[in-house]
């Protein structure tokens, strides 16, 4: 029975891939055509269309503070269900198959529910099964603590399971979803944006960072870790797609690489603060136990013994965050804290920024002719990153993949 | 935090208990109810309403006949779904709760997808919650077998969850559904039907068996093997319902403890088929081995070396065994072989007949008092099976109930 698995091959399809039973059958063609072109195929499966949105809203009518381990064991049902129905599909094809859920598959977490980190992978299984000739359909998403309770690997987990899987099996992953993969800047924003044919592990996770869906950032990284090479690529099409690994610096031909429009982002203003040693500590430290993770921060010179501090966060984090902010400002002493949600990051990514000056300024001149306020500015040696007004954010991303040539290759 | 257990309960809830939000909250402020009380409380729970159906629906869409192992993984989540439910919504009215699949309370079964039989429990994990002040809330209908796979228990498993859990704490079971107990006859088809105090193990078997929907056949066989008391209830009021458990002889006053109608068959007619050794044994056999149960058989006598034979069998086998039969036949030589689900079993249920003879006669002479004719007959020690057209089962279901008294106490 058993023969040789050659390099084994994750492929990832996420919930929009699998919506409909039309999608999972047409998924299901696509993996029995590598199975028999000889592959040792991995699926990694996400739960269907809206089913995890579906599921949160009726648990949030039960309790609306649910404890996240409950949370956890309610959202991994959807996954395994999509690896159940792919298997059957798959087994209906003449593809023998098999389903397992995070903890069949040997996938070991922390106990942090809703976020888990996976600590290790115990690969017998899929082995076995795929030396007797089976493809394994893995539920994304999820996996087991040592204590035996389901977790979850948070917003994205399932790319997360795939490079796992990839990595552990010393294999390759292949992302698959609606878009054929990276691209300059989002298509719908800009009309000739161009898809990348590689990029570097670096770049895609300030990319992922900054609001592109195409990949999670969290699987980037774990790739980088392990030296997964993954190739994004569309559920619909057959195009080549976007490969991210290692960039060798000749293979960096432009200083930017794309660029990223991230309209989920809030601004919180302590307006008047009191500048005295531990001030900002106070405030960053109590977000960060909250653990909200704060972005551009903002100080601006101190007068007459107070200063204002300005922050960004996700939306999602702007109601906790104001709060928070409060909180910390009548223990400092006094001052004002608002919410400003009008606003928006464009940000322009590149390593190989790191070697050609004069980026940043480049990117300033492009959003000032277009006569655009940059409200706050936050760099890395790979990224610029403007915050400026809502309304004027898809006009900048125009101007910066115009400034920086992007749509020729 | 450990303290004394004392007597543990297990409370099972079917799915229609559970069906919508509303349900779920008063079910969680029973449990929560019992649990301040200061009893040790494990709740099982059922898939919500129609999941199970809606399950099965999209997975025959894409796969028309799956594999066992596919649909097992794909029914437990309804129940998983249920549990963290109802875990999140005790935890809401402060109620310490965790939910379990069928595998972290291990429930460990055999290897038969769809039917399962349960091989043992280690309770360990579940004594441990309870021991901490927890309630325990378990998915039913499901375990997982030697192999790691998920396995389902078959039709009403949830029961024999229950079952099997309160035998392996040492503790009681009651089960909850939407009626208050055991009655003489379904309450819809024969009005004065009478709710039982009690009714002993055997008679229940016989009774689920013949069609009452109360408790599932296997768990109560399963109740009675480990001297588990079972108690059905009502979820939606305070009634006391019916205590299943073993009644001494002297409990038994009535030769009749009650009637059951079962529409759900059909019968199977092999006609003109020559009569010779071997014949029957070759039909039974082949319908033995596809996993059909035959319940009621006749041969008439041989004319001319050739007889006929007819069986009943579950409505949802019938075109199956048609089939099986029509091969048989065309083996054994000749014949003529056709299907009648124009039928319907009522039967008479009661230990006490054991040593009251003329029961029987009773029985067919209440039927032929309302004109009604006889198809077929089956007896055991407690109880006596007529077929009789469908249109009259209802007339003759209550002719039996009144023939022998049972709405008199």
Redesign the interface.
């Known amino acids: 029975m058993a023969q040789d698995l050659g390099v084994p091959v994750v492929l990832k399809f996420g919930g929009s891939s699998l919506a409909t039973?039309e999608r999972?059958?047409l998924v299901a063609e696509r993996i029995a055509e590598r199975h028999r072109q000889g592959d040792a195929v991995v699926a990694v499966v996400s739960a269907q269309g809206d089913t995890t949105d579906d599921?949160l809203d009726?648990?949030h009518?039960?309790?609306?503070?649910?404890?996240a381990?409950?949370?956890d064991?309610?959202l991994?049902?959807g996954e395994?269900?999509s690896?159940?129905?792919m298997?059957?599909?798959l087994?209906?094809l003449g593809v023998p198959a098999?389903?397992l859920?995070g903890?069949?598959a040997g996938i070991a977490t922390d106990r942090s529910h809703r976020r888990a980190r996976i600590h290790g992978i115990a690969p017998q299984?899929i082995r076995r099964l795929l030396a007797s000739g089976r493809v394994v359909v893995v539920a994304g998403f999820q996996g087991v603590s040592e204590g035996?309770?389901?977790t979850t690997l948070g917003r994205g987990g399932s790319d997360l399971t795939a490079v796992a899987l990839a990595a552990s099996l010393g294999g390759t992953c292949e992302i698959y979803s609606d878009v054929d993969g990276v691209y300059t800047a989002d298509p719908r924003i800009v009309p000739d944006a161009r898809r990348l044919e590689a990029i570097g592990y670096d770049e895609m996770m300030e990319l992922a960072a900054l609001g592109a869906q195409v990949l999670q950032g969290r699987a980037v990284e774990s790739a980088w870790q392990h030296g997964v090479e993954v190739h994004a690529r569309s559920t619909f099409t057959d195009g080549p797609g976007t490969r991210v690994h290692a960039l060798a610096g000749t293979e960096r031909s432009q200083p930017v690489t794309g660029v990223a429009l991230d309209r989920k982002v809030a601004r919180v203003l302590c307006q008047q603060v009191p500048d005295q040693p531990g001030s900002a500590a106070r405030l960053f430290g109590a977000l960060a136990e909250a653990g909200i993770n704060v972005d551009i921060i903002v100080q601006s010179p101190s007068h007459e013994g107070r200063t204002d501090l300005a922050f960004t966060i996700a939306d999602d984090d702007a109601t906790q965050a104001e709060e928070i902010a409060r909180r910390a400002v009548v223990q400092i002493g006094a001052g004002h804290v608002s919410r400003d949600a009008d606003v928006a990051k464009v940000s322009v990514v590149g390593a190989g920024m790191l070697s050609r000056p004069g980026v940043a300024s480049q990117a300033f001149k492009a959003l000032a002719d277009e006569g655009i306020n940059i409200i706050a500015i936050a760099t890395s040696e790979i990224k610029i990153s403007c915050l400026v007004r809502r309304e004027e954010a898809d006009l900048g991303l125009r101007a910066l993949h115009r400034a920086f040539q992007l749509a020729d290759a």
Chains 1, 2 share one sequence.
Not at 61 to 67: I, K, M, S, Y
């Open positions: 039973a999972i059958r599921l009726r648990l009518e039960l309790a609306p503070q649910p404890p381990r409950e949370v064991m309610l991994a049902t395994q269900q690896a159940a129905l298997a059957a599909t087994s209906t098999v389903s859920t903890w069949q299984r035996g309770d389901v």
